[in-house]
């Protein structure tokens, strides 16, 4: 290797001391990368009273924890996050820098890109490592962090690759990347740092903060039934949940269901919502978007139900059924009762 | 005394039918090619700013960066009752990304100077980043609060606002200055008849000469006098370049730009191996009766 090259660092979310799973998810496919690279694994931890979480870090792969905590860093507020991250970053110099696509992610990877004046692409469904050979400046790279993401409208899959200053920053959805076994023989070194804030990271106050956790468990789920917008209104949206009822699964949507007001963003599966691998997955009224099938292409069967024979959705679909869904989901009720 | 609101507005591709065709070759997006319409979300921010204005009493400025035709959207923002107009645009703009972006609107916001709060959408529907809002508040120095679904309260030292969070919302004091991202939490009041009358004829000062150059007339002095005018109705949508807002052109556009595109590859949905099922009571039976066999139900 030429120059010492810096680590892969995971921005570890919490909230009362647990785990959000995507930065889990982002530890196993961060160490991934670093295994590529031949750096550490880095998790970068921030909060009050957080330390006991360090050894779970460590079981799903994290070779160090930096841990920097403070009163002013519970609950989550940007200004100290950004504050504390920034600085670490122009101390440790980093490689790349992975975020989970979450409220707390989105809000916090872009100040921090910005005043590190870094690149950082939202979304990514996939991250590889590989040589860029810029053809327009005539500058080539080696062993960069391809970000690798639907474009507009999503005919288009775009790898796009930072070319400044490290370190390349992304975000992630959760449950795009995979989340190994845990293994708790696994040990790691813990960094404590002390995080230099001033009032001037204090001005905004949380008056209120009312949250419960997630009510639906879409990645976890082995039976989901999704409705798009040809379920047409939120009346007929019931019928999916009576199918994912009947089946015992869950209810997913697509984004236009969502946008529409059917049911809660919580159910989206895709590039901007969840992605999922269930046992099967049931498309009905969904065209087959490359956002929406990046988020559930990896399903072990896909049926869909569409009534225009040529949707994108058929092809990648194991069973298609070509039909209106109001016809079709009762039939799928009445058989499924009748055997089971 | 009012409160100086400033609005960033975005005109953006119409995302729900694009084609291949709509990618250049360097992997920037082909925007002459596509409907453009005003981003969602923006109207919730120029609502929420038009919301204060009729509580508190606040001139409202919306801005936006783009090619000339972006005027479109500034208009429609006076229409609906934004008080003042302000087109950035620049060649030297192009192909910018998120960080190029901000850069750029934060030279543009310090021309403007004097501002008490910053409104942007959450996120665009081109690229669905939500980075040029927080971006901008730190290019800015700036306190942020993202994903604002309200503001409860406004006075002259401190802003207070309901957020959405994971699984919730938080309700958040911040000292002013400050910039908000907005999420579709309201619903954005029409354009008004009496202001599209008045409106209709807000020009930049390039669109005035394209129309005098479509007239055949290049009357230096007359398109000067024409364009007093415009300003002293109220008319005159401002329209600023890279070099009349100080920014350094090396950080914008590409060149200000760390991301680049790598490649950019239609998508092949991989077929899997299909199988029809008919719509019929035993043809859905039967699929019923095979993923049970397999486990997969049951
Ligand atoms: C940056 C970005 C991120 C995005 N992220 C996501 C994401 O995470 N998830 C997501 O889903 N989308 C996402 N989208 C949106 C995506 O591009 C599509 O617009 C969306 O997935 C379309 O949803 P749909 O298939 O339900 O609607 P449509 O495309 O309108 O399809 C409706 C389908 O229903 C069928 N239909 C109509 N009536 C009936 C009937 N009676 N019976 C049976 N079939 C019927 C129609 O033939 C059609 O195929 C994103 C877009 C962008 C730009």
Redesign the pocket.
Known sequence: MADQIGNVWIFIEQEEGKIADVSLELVCKGRELANQLGVKTEAVLLGNNVESLADTLYSYGCDTVILAEDEALEPFTVLPYARVLTDLIVEHKPNILLFGATFKGRELAPRVASEKLAGLTA?CTDLQIDDFDDKVNKASYQNKLMQIR?A???NIIATIVNTWDDPQMVTVREGVMKMDAPDSNRTGELVKVTPKLTDAEKVIKVIERVREDKTVDLKGAPIIVSG???V?DKETFAMIKELAATLGGEVGA????VDAGWIDHDH??????VTVRPKLYIA??????I??VA?MDDSKKIIA????PD?P?FSVAHYGIV????DVIPKMIKAFKAKA | MSYSILVFVKQVPD??NISGEAMKADGTVNRAALPAIFNPEDLNALELALELKDRFDAKVTVVTMGPPTAAEVLRDALYRGADKAVLLTDRSFAGADTLATSFALSCCVNKIGNYDLLLCGRQA????TAQVGPQLAEKLKLPQIAYVEDVIDLSFDKVTAKRAIDGGYEVLECKLPALMTVMDANTPRPQAARRIMKFKRAKTPSELSKAHANADYTDAELLAEELAVLEEKGLLINEWTANEVGADLERVGLKGSPTKVKKIESVVLTASESKMVEATESGIGSLIQELIEDHTLG
């Open positions: 979304d639907p507009f409208g999503g798009g917008y040809g047409g697509s984004r236009a269901a989206q599966v895709g590039q901007t919502g009905c009224g969904i065209s087959g978007s956002q929406h988020g139900i569409n009534n225009d949707a959705i039909g209106d869904l109001k | 995302t729900q529907i081109d690229g669905d």
